[in-house]
């Protein structure tokens, strides 16, 4: 039996429980149809990232359900700090 998943509106937050955004698009290669980028929706500062953008890699995706997008924390801290080739803003 085929499953489908709807990952559009889907709450995101770190594995300790923070609320990072929602996912408000996918981004995905033509070609091979492969899955690339989640765009994520920030809803709270999180270093200095109010209402913005933010590109999630499926690499950095812990866990994904019909509930929510779990990502590492890691993400939300440093890496949004100093941004990485993971995780990009998007303006």
Known sequence: ????????????????????????????EAVSQRLLFYHVATTLQINNLWHRRLLISPTQVVELSNKALIIEDELTSQSLAEPSNLITEVS
């Open 1 to 28: 039996m085929t499953r489908s998943l709807t990952c559009y509106n889907l709450p995101v937050y770190t594995k300790r429980g923070r609320l990072v955004g929602r996912v408000v698009d996918i981004e995905v």
